[in-house]
């Protein structure tokens, strides 16, 4: 297709690489998290494109906090289980 | 005056003038029947130019007139109509007026033969017609059938099929396998005379429709020229035996992302000559598929084997616009339009591509929009010249529903229709009924139609193609997608994975392919585009990247469908380059796997699919696996000098050109890993088991196998509050 605007995973990978001096100077446990962060945000790729946004990278840390906040709702959900289960 | 009736095989210019029309009568008889045929085409620009044009065309032999013609674009313009008594003349004329006036714009000068035939008579290729004769030239046809007829009268082919016993570009051949019906012999290549008379006189007493080689177009038509004039023997393999047989150079071109090779080709006239190396889907579809995109697009049965399809979309576009009075363009004049920077983001996406919960799933169903795109430019009419017109505040122009029906969906329509006719038809038959295999194929070609119809959209050649509705159909598809999935969680289902036209949904308690019909019923009743359901899996696996496992990839999953059968997509055992070794392998682990009933199950079979690897490294090491399967194939992407450091194909395809073997770009190159390199599998010299490189096939297969058990390892989980 020929496509002009590049897509928004090339633009992660791009904003990826602009940030390589930093996630190089994190502790390597760090680089991990640093990493999760972006694969969180490759969980939505189809979500942020159709954010239609100038800026992806905004709505890529949006994709980035709904992981975590999902995460954390996994994690409650479990603790209530074993609360359950210990009382 | 006399009337013959039969089957069009085939519609070319007379160099005597007019048209040649061969005709495969009721009585089976081949008749080659004369018809006068005018040829015209226009030239339209400033009035300067066109008269100027016009002094310059007056004294040959054409007709000239002032006419008003439709522009698919501008609308209404005033052309000069400039109209040759043979249509054999035109190429040589336009050539020489669009050299001497190369700023005027000009209309149907390149448009095939056969598509003015069938614009002019509505009779068309395989198509049953009833000629009328007077001294041997066709004064009228009348059609007796539609090119749209789902089940036409089968045509009695005589069909000859040729094929050496060797493949020419690695040895010699020594002699043809030769079948023609339940007859089957073989042709000594050898003393080369005697083998030309007898190829010769079986061509003459067989008389076929058809004759089917294996490199026919590469190696053995070539070869027959070369050879009939060493022997001083006259050879024509044609039926019209007034013409030679038409031969084009080899050529190596760029499409969807590759560079792909296309072999010299050999075309005949009255009959037709496919080879089957050279033809591009025939493993797909075979003759039954080439025959069927003839019927429908236009094009001989000859130029569509070997042809894309994309060729026989833009046939068909042609047709339409010659049948609706629109003119063809010689080049595409629609650029991009203007756009704001956010216009440009908001329009320029394609498919709406998920990322999977990675993990396995199960019990899953795949639905599918059938023949999505076709189906969206059919229903929003959304072609070049209804898109965008009006569509003050709307972000992405989409088509005018309430416009007269553009080019592109009025070409779309019918096929949309006779493909789901065939398929229907199929539902309905027996899966053993001999009729299955036949109406398969045909409706796997009429697919391939529709899949490059949207490309096309966007295709900067493309003559009725524009940019604007290539990003419609994707804005659209993207918007049903969503559709489709609100209607799909409105029910209570998790959406695992949408796919451009494919959700995959689960929820509990849903098992059946019934258990699902509301849920499709609520996607049709919403969108308005007809779905299927794909099947129920009984687990699936989708893939995490082997960069990072927290990252999903949209385009590798595998699972099994209640039934036990695979759906296999994007991993090793679908991939071109993928060893024999490592696919068969890959397949018979996956089968084991199709055993477990659910995601649960699957460590069940797990130790049978490990015991089976191992087994099958124990061969591999003792070299008793044959070195046929073992063979990497890689294309070529470029020349074998434009590489820095040659990929293990072009090492393999520099020890070709070595030994005088002519490599192109897109050339696909066979090899072994050995020890120090590669070998490559066309050299002479066979290649002694011991040298193979038995760790590097084993880390292949090791990748494959991690593809497939790493799945195993997590699945991703919603929280319950969703």
Same mark, same amino acid.
């Given at each position: 297709m020929g496509r002009t605007v590049i897509t928004i995973t090339q633009q992660l990978t791009e904003t990826e690489g602009m940030l390589s001096p930093f996630r190089r100077t994190l502790r390597r446990g760090d680089q991990y998290i640093f990493d999760g962060l972006f694969a969180a945000a490759r969980r939505h790729i189809a979500a942020i494109g159709q954010a239609e946004s100038l800026l992806p990278f905004e709505t890529a840390l949006l994709a980035m906090l709904l992981e975590q906040a999902k995460e954390i709702a996994v994690l409650q959900q479990e603790l209530e289980q074993l609360r359950t289960k210990c009382e | 005056m006399n009337e013959q009736t039969g089957w069009l095989l085939d519609v070319y210019a007379d160099p005597e003038g007019g048209i040649v029309l061969w005709l495969l009568t009721k009585a089976d008889q081949r008749l080659r029947l004369h018809m006068k045929f005018p040829a015209t085409f226009y030239a339209a620009g400033e009035f300067g130019l066109l008269r100027q044009a016009w002094i310059y065309l007056k004294d040959k032999d054409v007709k000239l007139e002032r006419a008003t013609r439709r522009d698919l674009f501008l609308g209404e313009r005033e052309v000069m109509a400039i109209t040759l008594p043979h249509p054999s003349l035109l190429p040589i004329l336009f050539a020489d007026l669009s050299r001497q006036f190369p700023s005027l714009d000009y209309y149907d000068a390149d448009i095939p033969l056969s598509l003015r035939f069938i614009a002019q008579t509505g009779a068309h290729l395989l198509g049953k017609c009833r000629v009328f004769l007077d001294d041997g030239t066709i004064q009228a046809i009348q059609p007796l059938d539609s090119h749209w007829e789902v089940e036409p009268a089968p045509i009695s082919l005589r069909i000859l099929t040729l094929s050496p016993d060797v493949n020419p570009a690695i040895h010699r051949p020594a002699f043809l396998h030769v079948q023609y019906n339940q007859k089957k012999y073989k042709l000594s290549l050898e003393p080369t005379r005697a083998f030309l008379i007898s190829l010769k006189a079986d061509l003459q007493r067989f008389d076929p429709d058809l004759i089917l080689t294996d490199y026919g177009d590469t190696w053995l038509f070539p070869q027959l020229e070369t050879w009939a004039k060493e022997c001083g023997i006259e050879f024509n393999p044609n039926r019209d035996e007034s013409k030679e047989v038409l031969k084009r150079r080899a050529d190596s071109y760029f499409a969807y992302g590759q560079v792909v090779y296309r072999g010299a080709q050999a075309h005949l006239f009255g009959r037709w000559h496919i080879d089957r190396k050279n033809a591009m889907s025939w493993g797909e579809y075979g003759l039954e598929g080439a025959m069927e995109q003839a019927r429908v697009t236009g094009l001989g049965v000859q130029e569509m084997a070997r042809k894309s399809p994309g060729a026989g979309i833009t046939a068909m576009q042609m047709l339409t616009a010659l049948r609706n009075g629109i003119m063809v363009p010689v080049q595409k004049q629609q650029v991009e339009g203007t756009k704001t920077l956010i216009e440009l983001i908001r329009a320029d996406h394609g498919g709406l591509i998920y990322q999977p919960l990675i993990g396995v799933h199960g019990p899953v169903a795949q639905i599918d929009f059938s023949s999505m795109y076709p189906a969206i430019m059919v229903k929003h009419n959304i072609s070049p010249e209804t898109v965008g017109r009006v569509a003050e505040g709307v972000p992405t122009p989409v088509g005018q529903e309430d416009a007269p029906e553009g080019l592109i969906p009025k070409t779309l329509r019918p096929l949309v229709e006779k493909r789901l006719a065939l398929k229907n038809l199929l539902l309905e038959l027996d899966p053993r009924d001999c009729r299955a295999e036949v109406l398969k194929a045909r409706a796997a070609a009429l697919k391939w139609l529709l899949v490059v119809c949207f490309g096309y959209l966007g295709y900067k050649n493309a003559r009725f193609g524009k940019i604007e509705s290539h990003e419609a159909v994707t804005a659209v598809s993207r918007e049903l997608m969503l559709q489709a999935k609100e209607v799909a969680e409105d029910l209570g289902f998790t959406v695992l994975h949408m796919y451009v036209d494919c959700l995959f949904v689960q929820q509990e308690g849903y098992e059946r392919p019934a258990d699902f019909t509301p849920l499709m019923e609520a996607i049709v009743t919403k969108t308005g585009i007809p779905i299927a359901l794909e099947g129920v899996f009984k687990w699936v696996a989708f893939l995490s990247s082997k960069q990072d496992k927290r990252v999903p990839v949209p385009n590798q999953y595998f699972g099994a469908f209640l039934d036990g059968t695979l759906k296999v997509r994007g991993i090793e055992l679908r991939r *071109?380059?993928?060893t024999t070794w490592v696919r068969k392998i890959q397949l018979v682990v996956l089968n084991i796997l199709s055993q477990a009933n659910s995601p649960e199950e699957l460590t069940d079979y797990l130790p049978t699919a490990l015991a089976y690897i191992e087994s099958k490294k124990r061969d591999l090491r003792a070299g008793r696996v044959p070195l046929e399967e073992l063979i990497v194939r890689q294309k070529l992407s470029r020349v074998l000098d434009g590489y820095k450091s040659p990929s293990p194909a072009a090492r393999a395809a520099l020890q070709l050109q070595a030994i005088g073997r002519e490599i192109a770009p897109g050339q696909s190159i066979e090899f072994l890993f050995t020890r120090d390199g590669v070998h490559a599998w066309e050299l002479d010299e066979r290649l002694d088991? *011991? *040298?193979?490189d038995i760790t590097r096939y084993f880390s292949l297969l090791d990748r494959a196998m991690q593809t497939v058990l790493d799945s195993f390892a997590s699945t991703d989980t919603l929280p319950r509050l969703l």
């Open positions: - | *071109r380059d993928t088991s *011991r *040298r193979l």
